[in-house]
């Protein structure tokens, strides 16, 4: 069992920067990978960007450059640093923890204005 609690979301102008965190506790050595997602009112869930655990990183080619995704392994914390913020990254940000099934965090709401 993994629980995942998302923060750090909020509202800010278009250009600026906001950093997630993401806190897993439970069966931590179980997590394979951890995730960043996100999904737009009436648009599907999409997967942001990835670290393994190994810390490979993958991202998504529209956050490319401009969100960083990390972890703190003694805090047992993801975090997802979102530069250069743009209103289409406007989402509910979702953490996720892929063990022996998948795992979801309760979602944080960004919202960037123009």
């Known amino acids: 069992q993994v629980h995942l609690v998302e923060s750090g979301g909020g509202l800010v102008q278009a250009g600026g920067s906001l950093r997630l965190s993401c806190a897993a506790s439970?069966?931590?050595?179980?997590?394979?990978?951890m995730a960043w997602y996100r999904q737009a009112p009436g648009k599907q869930r999409d997967l942001v960007a990835v670290?393994?655990?190994?810390?490979?990183?993958n991202y998504a080619d529209s956050v490319k450059g401009r969100f960083t995704i990390s972890r703190d392994t003694a805090k047992n914390t993801v975090y997802l640093q979102m530069n250069t913020l743009k209103p289409e990254d406007t989402a509910v940000y979702y953490c996720?923890?892929?063990?022996?099934?998948?795992?979801w965090g309760q979602g944080t709401q960004v919202t960037v204005s123009s």
């Open positions: 670290i393994t655990r190994d810390g490979s990183t």
């Open positions: 996720s923890a892929n063990a022996i099934k998948n795992y």
């Open positions: 439970g069966s931590i050595s179980s997590i394979n990978a």
